[in-house]
């Protein structure tokens, strides 16, 4: 690829849509957080500059949850009564102080915007696919046929640390082949935690193959190392090229890593941009790397420290679900993290806290693969998907809908009984939260209609908030304490707030399915939820569903406050940002 071809999605016309695409999201998403007030003008609403001279005018429908559905073509941008071209940098230039960008924030905040437009470009290049279409494909091609990236973070595709030709090689909606790199790791730094029944020789050899294995081993007594020292590790390639041959220089020269090149197995980059599936073989299992890139509000590394007690965290949690009828009746399991190594670099541990980036550079973790477990006529996609709309509007939800024949508050039934009640069960009965977004969820399809949900990244994101809860010792970094009044959080911001917002807006829009319909059935299924579990009653008193109101809490108050480090780890619930209250849509069922 010559230097010209690697840029040539940034045209005129498509940075002008992109611009367009992300400034709708931000007017959107900014009103909804209440760091900006539309004023209604006539028809449509208007959105002033600091300074008061810039005016934003636009037509949109305002929706439960005070969700802006803010029309994208209806977008015009005036001063001093000159109409003038949308560019999202300007916007956010204008609108600093209402946004309370700080100097020091704000031109990082303006790099992320500018890798997301470029994402968006690159997108816009791809073949158009219609959701019809979209709703007949793989679980890959519908994995890299997503568009939008989180649906509430309005810088959600920063990646910054990539050039444009890793971005090509490496970002989800590329879809390029990748090969990941191994290491050799000695063992005096490096540790190997697996699941029970994994032993790491056979582990390796079921991931690596004899032959691969066998080349790996020849490498390291060739330079008269024996392996019997080191513990195999994978590498995302960028986090060699750009970390490791570095930043790790003295590990490198003193031999306690040795590169041993790439491996045979071809992967996918998946959304969460560090996480793999094998391709050559989609029964082995997805890998997971450390990256340190920065994206949404966090750079992506993975502690080494926190990768000894992930495979027995997984093991704890798949037993529980096995072990509860109500989630076993949901057909829910999980895709566990079933083995995990973990490297640790004893110089930057001296310098620097446990939260460190530093200390996050260099682990990966093997989840299962979802794919061994369909059934006859079975299919996979990431919930994400339901969220998609093609370029010609529809939505992937809309088009599995129509394929499934179901009228669409009963197709929606079907799919909160398999997503949302397990979410319930798990709160009321344990005090145990996931984060349930679409890129953490898998869902099995057949015919268009959802028959049950995986979910996965289990060790770094479930939480249980119950103080007194008994939990083997390896487990119990997963208690945090929360707020009483912060508890159901976790159910009206990461569901209602963050998913299902979205969901609704776009089905009413289509004309597929109103708005209290959608909201109607959520609460019949909460109340058939709740119906059938009488005994957790003082529960449902205590932390009510029904409530008229919950906290607004906004994400991207956080990310503009500090994009670097969006939550304080060591607090996470004293790091939200808390605006006011929302109503709550199923209220009044």
Not at 156 to 166: A, P, S
Not at 231 to 244: A, E, F, S
Not at 526 to 532: H, S
Request: hydrophobic share 45%.
């Amino acid at each position: 690829m010559s230097l010209a071809d690697a840029v040539a999605h940034l045209s005129p016309e498509r940075w002008d849509t992109a611009n367009r695409l992300l400034v709708r999201k931000a007017l959107a998403e900014f009103a909804h957080e209440r760091l900006i007030t539309p004023e209604q003008d006539g028809d449509r609403y208007v959105v002033r500059s600091d300074d008061g001279l810039t005016a934003y005018r636009f037509a949109a429908t305002l929706r439960g949850l005070d969700h802006w559905q803010v029309e994208a073509e209806s977008i015009t941008r005036h001063r001093a009564g000159v109409e003038l071209p949308l560019a999202a940098l300007d916007f956010f230039i204008e609108l600093k102080q209402a946004l309370g960008l700080s100097d020091e924030i704000l031109p990082v905040y303006l790099e992320e915007i500018s890798s997301t437009l470029s994402g968006t470009c690159y997108k816009l290049t791809k073949p158009q696919i219609p959701v019809a279409e979209l709703a007949e494909g793989g679980f890959q091609a519908i994995e890299t046929g997503m568009t939008e990236g989180h649906p509430c973070f309005v810088a959600n595709n920063g990646r910054l640390g990539f050039g444009i030709h890793e971005y090509l090689s490496y970002a989800p909606e590329t879809a390029s082949p990748v090969r990941l790199v191994w290491l050799a790791a000695h063992r005096s730094r490096a540790a190997f935690t697996a699941g029970v029944g994994i032993a790491y020789e056979s582990f390796l050899r079921e991931e690596l193959g004899e032959k691969t294995l066998n080349r790996f081993r020849a490498m390291l007594t060739g330079q008269g190392l024996d392996p019997a020292d080191y513990l195999l590790m994978p590498v995302h390639p960028w986090q060699w090229w750009n970390k490791l041959s570095v930043t790790f220089a003295a590990e490198v020269a003193r031999q306690h890593l040795v590169c041993l090149g790439e491996g045979d197995d071809e992967y996918l980059a998946q959304q969460s941009i560090r996480t793999f599936f094998n391709t050559s073989d989609p029964h082995k299992h997805y890998v997971k790397t450390a990256l340190s890139v920065l994206n949404m509000g966090f750079m992506r590394g993975l502690s080494a420290a926190y990768m000894e007690a992930t495979p027995a965290i997984n093991d704890w949690l798949a037993q529980l679900v096995e072990g509860d009828p109500v989630l076993r009746s949901t057909g829910l399991t999980i895709i566990r993290e079933r083995a995990a190594v973990g490297y640790r670099h004893l110089e930057y541990e001296q310098a620097t806290d446990r939260y460190s980036p530093y200390r996050k550079m260099l682990a990966a973790l093997w989840r299962e693969s979802p794919v061994p477990s369909l059934r006859e006529g079975e299919s996979l996609a990431t919930m994400a998907s339901l969220l998609h709309v093609d370029h010609e509007g529809a939505s992937f939800t809309g088009a599995l809908i129509e394929r499934s024949g179901l009228p669409p508050a009963e197709w929606l039934r079907q799919y909160l009984r398999a997503y949302f009640t397990p979410l319930l069960h798990s709160f009321y009965a344990y005090d145990l939260v996931f984060m349930p977004h679409g890129e953490n969820v898998i869902l099995v399809l057949k015919d268009g209609v959802v028959q049950r949900a995986i979910y996965k990244d289990i060790a770094e994101e479930i939480v249980v908030m119950d103080p007194d809860a008994v939990l083997p010792p390896e487990v119990r970094r997963i208690r945090v304490e929360i707020p009483d009044d912060q508890k159901l959080l976790s159910i009206f911001t990461d569901v209602f707030d963050c998913f299902f917002r979205f969901l609704a807006a776009n089905l009413a829009t289509e004309g597929i399915l109103e708005e209290d319909d959608f909201w109607r059935t959520v609460a019949e299924v909460t109340r058939e939820y709740q119906e059938a579990a009488p005994e957790l009653a003082e529960k449902f008193r205590q932390y009510d569903m029904f409530a008229p109101e919950f906290a607004l809490s906004c994400l991207n108050r956080l990310q503009l406050r500090n994009n670097r480090q969006m939550v304080d780890l060591a607090d996470p619930s004293g790091a939200l940002q808390l605006v006011g209250n929302l109503q709550n849509p199923i209220a009044g069922f």
